[in-house]
């Protein structure tokens, strides 16, 4: 009874980290597809650089739009499940790297063969009378 019980718990886990990592993944695509279709703010070519027009990214604004307040919800949702996943991944995995559970061989490896000295010596420079 209790062997059943844990492995109906385990599946309850999996299942529920699956859903959640598609509901992450839906809110990353609604946040690109959003990102992407807001209007930048003075973004010309003299805001690069410091110009007036940079003064309005941190003055006071106008009435946020529909997009703005469409990206504020699902940036909250895309925290919560990051942060839900990263927990679930801390618990479910332990201390250790992914590394460790990789077997490598050991390389076998040879000493490099000592240089050959030419077959012709190499003739001087002819000298200067």
Same mark, same amino acid.
């Given at each position: 009874?209790? &062997?059943? &019980?844990?492995?109906?718990?385990?599946?309850?886990?999996?299942?529920?980290?699956?859903?959640?990592?598609?509901?992450?993944?839906?809110?990353?695509?609604?946040?690109?597809?959003?990102?992407?279709?807001?209007?930048?703010?003075?973004?010309?070519?003299?805001?690069?650089?410091?110009?007036?027009?940079?003064?309005?990214?941190?003055?006071? &604004?106008?009435?946020?739009?529909?997009?703005?307040?469409?990206?504020?919800?699902?940036?909250?949702?895309?925290?919560?499940?990051?942060?839900?996943?990263?927990?679930?991944?801390?618990? &479910?995995?332990?201390?250790?790297?992914?590394?460790?559970?990789?077997?490598?061989?050991?390389?076998?490896?040879?000493?490099?063969?000592?240089?050959?000295?030419?077959?012709?010596?190499?003739?001087?420079?002819?000298?200067?009378?």
């Amino acid at each position: 009874m209790l &062997r059943a &019980r844990q492995i109906d718990i385990y599946d309850n886990t999996k299942l529920m980290i699956a859903l959640i990592t598609i509901v992450h993944i839906i809110v990353c695509f609604f946040i690109i597809i959003v990102v992407l279709l807001q209007s930048g703010k003075s973004g010309d070519i003299s805001a690069a650089f410091g110009g007036q027009g940079s003064q309005t990214a941190f003055g006071p &604004r106008g009435a946020a739009s529909a997009l703005s307040k469409a990206t504020t919800w699902p940036a909250v949702a895309f925290m919560v499940t990051s942060i839900t996943l990263s927990i679930y991944a801390s618990r &479910r995995g332990g201390p250790g790297s992914v590394l460790e559970k990789v077997k490598s061989n050991p390389v076998k490896t040879q000493p490099a063969a000592p240089a050959q000295k030419p077959a012709t010596p190499t003739p001087a420079a002819p000298t200067q009378k």
